[in-house]
């Protein structure tokens, strides 16, 4: 029953713009099994305990009342890592696309087990309800994605394999750190990755910022990218031509 279906939820975005097409309501799953070093959210990691407890129903009716104003957006479930509650976000977008909405997450992939029969049948159900996955490639260097993120990058490898063999929509995210995932041998490495695959409809290379300090100093855990600055507008601008992002953009 849906109705005792409950969540951890960090919190809600009613009108956001950089989730997904149109203007979205964002809910921000909590939990997250990464420990990326540029994580601006490090208030959602905690998995079993931080965020708010909600019902599919709670959720889904706070939705509702956007409803007139997402109807040409949609819904984008985000986190924290929002996999890690697979059952409650399937039953929540099983929902909202009854009502014709459209429906978004955004994941790095991790919690993806290609060889578990069980993970497998959850992950069939979350495609049957889902139009567009925002994956977030962290590196396409192994030794370098475990450095940056704490874990391996055959997850969210495999899961990208995945959504291609059953042609879902992808659009993907790379966050550009100087120093550690702006080196060019490693873009053009993940370049010739991404174009194995017909279902990236875009790419979007999004630039390291350091918004998330306070967060850090808050919650009293060390800053791990202290003095790492922006990148600059031509590596940037460099990375995304090696990505050719103006060919993979879509609107
Ligand atoms: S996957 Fe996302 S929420 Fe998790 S640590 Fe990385 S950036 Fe933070």
Not at 5 to 15: D, P, Q, T, W
Not at 121 to 137: C, P
Not at 138 to 157: C, F, R, S, Y
Request: charged share 25%.
């Amino acid at each position: 029953m849906s109705e005792q279906l409950l969540g951890r939820i960090h919190s809600f975005e009613s009108f956001g713009t950089v989730d997904g097409p149109g203007i979205r309501f964002v809910v921000f799953m909590q939990g997250c099994p990464m420990r990326c070093l540029y994580c601006h959210n490090p208030d959602t990691w905690k998995i079993g305990s931080g965020g708010d407890v909600y019902s599919v129903d709670d959720v889904f009716n706070q939705i509702m009342k956007y409803k007139n104003y997402i109807k040409k957006g949609g819904v984008t479930i985000s986190g924290g890592e929002p996999l890690v509650q697979i059952e409650f976000v399937t039953e929540l977008l099983k929902r909202l696309k009854a009502q014709g909405l459209h429906t978004a997450v955004d994941t790095s992939g991790i919690t993806f087990v290609k060889n578990s029969a069980a993970t497998l049948a959850k992950f069939d159900a979350l495609l049957e309800v889902t139009d567009l996955f925002l994956l977030d490639v962290k590196h396409i260097d192994p030794v370098k994605h475990k450095a940056l993120t704490g874990k391996e990058n055959k997850n969210p490898q495999d899961f990208m394999q995945y959504l291609a063999d059953h042609n879902k929509s992808v659009w993907i995210r790379y966050v550009l750190v100087p120093g550690y995932s702006d080196d060019e041998h490693d873009i053009e490495a993940l370049h010739t990755y991404l174009s194995r695959y017909r279902n990236i409809e875009k790419i979007e290379v999004l630039p390291y910022h350091t918004m998330g300090i306070a967060k850090y100093q808050n919650l009293n855990i060390p800053y791990p990218l202290e003095g790492v600055q922006k990148p600059s507008k031509e590596v940037i601008d460099r990375t995304k031509e090696i990505l050719g992002v103006k060919s993979h953009a879509n609107k």
